[in-house]
């Protein structure tokens, strides 16, 4: 807010009056961008009140805001019948790797285009999921990650999401973690194969016993 000229008495780097009629000047515009804000925020309310269990059950997602509702329930309408299975909205949004196979070798690991408004939200809901470390997803873009890359795991969690968009939102209930557990429980037998194979590389060798209960 420099202006080069000096009233007599002052000397670079004093706050003059000019620097207080900008700073104010300035000041007055966050208030009015405040107020804009607020105004329309009223507003957006006032028209999802009816929604108000639908943006609920979305809050219940991982990485899902309020505001991130709010977005989901205006870009889709909220409506789930439009949407024949929850893969028919993760292929409207974009989230779905495309398929272009030629004797079962898959030729391309590409996204559609789809909504961009909720493709771009599902990618910062993805990053906020998955810092949860003892969740589903994060174990999952883990396991993705370690084989196809970090870039190509975010998408599978936003596929993930936008499954569970489409479910919360059809089924009317919230969404249910998994847990961190999940894919060792789903099947133990690859988890101590993995073990056994990571211990072996170590030069150890392991040996699982059921624990029997007191």
């Known amino acids: 807010m420099t202006t080069g000229v000096h009233e007599p008495g002052e000397t670079p780097g004093d706050f003059t009056p000019h620097h207080a009629f900008m700073v104010r000047h300035y000041l007055d515009q966050i208030d009015h961008l405040n107020a804009t804000v607020a105004m329309f925020d009223a507003r957006i309310a006032e028209l999802l009140a009816a929604q108000q269990h639908d943006l609920d059950l ?3 997602i991982p990485g899902i805001s309020r505001l991130a509702a709010e977005i989901v329930i205006a870009e889709t309408g909220g409506d789930m019948a439009q949407f024949a299975t929850a893969h028919h909205l993760a292929s409207w949004i974009g989230v779905c ?7 079962g070798v898959n030729r391309s690991g590409r996204t559609r285009h789809g909504n961009t408004n909720l493709k771009r939200l599902l990618g910062i809901a993805a990053m906020a999921a998955v810092r949860n470390k003892d969740s589903y997803l994060a174990v999952f873009y883990r396991r ?9 795991a975010l ?6 999401l936008a499954i569970a968009i489409w479910h919360v939102l059809h089924d009317q209930a919230p969404y249910r973690e998994l847990g961190a557990g999940y894919f060792t429980k789903r099947n133990p037998e690859r988890a101590m194969r993995r073990m056994i194979k990571e211990a072996n590389s170590l030069g150890l060798t ?8 007191a």
């Open 58 to 60: 979305l809050d219940t």
């Open 97 to 103: 790797p495309g398929q272009s196979e030629s004797a």
């Open 144 to 152: 993705i990650a370690s084989r196809r890359g970090a870039k190509r």
């Open 155 to 160: 998408v599978a969690v936003m596929h993930k």
């Open 206 to 213: 392991l040996r699982f016993e059921p624990i029997t209960a």
